[in-house]
């Protein structure tokens, strides 16, 4: 797994390349911790993400409620169809902003 952070202002944005499985969500977790509390939105492009597992799911719901004790928006961008299956399935698409 590969991750981008692009800043705007405080807004950050992370591309992620590759899979979010048990063991590189915690990579991703500990990389997103670096900035959650410095910024004043979060985008993540998942263009060029391939897979997610449960434990991936789990860490941005994780992180979405980090994020709200704050009122820090996230926003998740360019989400494959497969991955559209994986959130409609698991009805994560009505707990995340996916655009």
Do not use: C, H, W
């Not at 499985?21 to 990389?31: H, K, R």
């Not at 997103?32 to 509390?37: A, M, Q, R, T, V």
């Not at 993540?44 to 799911?57: N, V």
């Amino acid at each position: 797994m590969n991750i981008n952070k692009t800043y705007s202002d405080n807004d950050l944005t992370v591309q992620v390349e590759g899979r979010i499985d048990t063991i590189t969500s915690q990579q991703l977790e500990e990389s997103l911790n670096e900035d959650i509390k410095n910024i004043d939105s979060l985008t993540l492009d998942f263009e060029k993400l391939e897979y997610i597992s449960s434990a991936g799911l789990r860490l941005l719901i994780a992180t979405q409620k980090k994020l709200k004790s704050t009122d820090t928006p996230l926003t998740i961008i360019n989400v494959n169809e497969t991955l559209k299956e994986i959130f409609r399935m698991s009805g994560f698409d009505k707990l995340l902003t996916i655009q």
